[in-house]
Structures are given as C-alpha cells and as structure tokens.
C-alpha cells in the first residue's frame, strides 16, 4: 500500500509570523484539531485549535507562543499502527508528513487512516475472534500459533488488547471449521477463554451441570 497517497494539503499551513486571529478564523471555518507550523519548508510544530481559541490577543504572532507549539510527525517508515498511535498520543487529527528530509509534504487525516485500517484483512476476512488471557511470563505468540495451527485453524491476526500487572489479554482471529477443539486445546495449556461462543462444549457442559444441580437442589 502506497501511504502517499493519502497525503493531503488543502489545509494552508502557517508561520511564525502568522497572527493567532488566522490561525482561529482556521478553526472556525474547519473541523480541525491542530495547523501545521512551516518555516521554509521545515515543520516547526502545530499549535492546538484549544490553545488558540485561550489566546485573547489575538493580534499577537504565533512566535510569541512557543510553549503552545506541539512537535509530532510521521514520515515514510511510520506503520499503519505506529500512526494510529501518533494520532492518540497527541489528541489530533491532522498529522504532519515529513519526508526522509525532513520537509514538510502534508498530513493524514484521522478519518482516512481509520479507513485503511478498517479495511485491512484483520478486520475483513470472515473469521472468528477469540479473546486468550495468560500470565505475561507463560504467554507465548509462537505457542498460539502452534495450538491454532495444529487443530487445523489459520490465524488472520493477533494483538494484545489488554495488559494488567500479571496478565494480559490477546485477541486472536482465527479461521477454523472446528472452532470448538481450538478452545479446549487453548483451555489444556492454560489460557483463559474471556470471550463466549456458541460452539464452546466446555461451557455448555457446565450449564448442563449447573441445570441438573439445581433441580436437584429444588426437589
């Protein structure tokens, strides 16, 4: 996938010299969360639409404010799940785009990166999710492979989407017509199925057992 294209620069980036009054009538004309600053080409940083808006002198330059000045940017090695992040970390929607020297080329916009990503074939491809929780010193990418691998299934993607002091949780997307064996080999090395599903025997017996226990208790 050719990032650069999503590349965009209808946004008019500002200066130094640039008054605070443009860079909110900028604001209020569009649904941005940052402007890119630029000096000859060169990404000096982007000032916040929040830290704009709490400037009453507005007649003042950007210049005079550089403590409000925000310094983030991805370039051409920054991966789909790095920029995703970038985008968190820095409470934005707008993200700089640096090439390998350091101009300033444009920026990605939030809502197409979102896009991509969901267009990925961890998100598309039919497939069943399920939701591993093991200690962090017994988890292993390598031996989820081999038990999902070895009943038959074909792992679409994993990612860690929760991590506590001890434990953490994967969730894993798998492609199985047995989707049932893969569960109760996962329960025999001792993950955690956090998530439900419909072909878990494992639960189903223990409901049976549970029904057959209070309707012993209730004679």
Do not use: W
Not at 76 to 101: G, S
Not at 104 to 126: K, Q, R, T, V
Not at 187 to 212: A, C, P, T, V, W
């Amino acid at each position: 996938m050719n990032m650069k294209e999503y590349i965009l620069n209808d946004i008019e980036v500002l200066t130094q010299d640039s008054l605070i009054k443009k860079s909110q009538d900028i604001f209020k004309i569009l649904p941005i969360t940052h402007i890119p600053i630029v000096h000859k080409g060169v990404l000096v940083g982007c000032i916040s639409e929040s830290d704009s808006q709490n400037i009453e002198e507005n007649s003042s330059c950007i210049s005079e404010y550089p403590h409000l000045i925000d310094f983030f940017f991805a370039d051409e090695n920054t991966t789909i799940l790095k920029l995703i992040k970038l985008f968190t970390d820095n409470q934005t929607n707008i993200m700089p785009f640096l090439n390998d020297k350091k101009k300033y080329l444009g920026y990605y916009e939030l809502n197409d990166i979102l896009e991509i990503f969901s267009a990925s074939p961890f998100i598309c491809n039919d497939g069943i999710s399920i939701v591993l929780e093991k200690n962090k010193k017994d988890f292993s990418v390598s031996e989820v492979s081999q038990i999902v691998e070895s009943n038959d299934g074909k792992i679409l993607g994993l990612f860690i989407s929760h991590e506590f002091s001890d434990t953490m949780q994967a969730t894993i997307k798998i492609n199985s017509e047995d989707i049932n064996e893969i569960i109760q080999t996962f329960r025999r090395y001792n993950y955690n199925i956090i998530s439900e599903h419909k072909d878990d025997f494992y639960l189903q017996d223990l409901k049976d057992r549970s029904d057959y226990l209070q309707k012993y208790l209730d004679m």
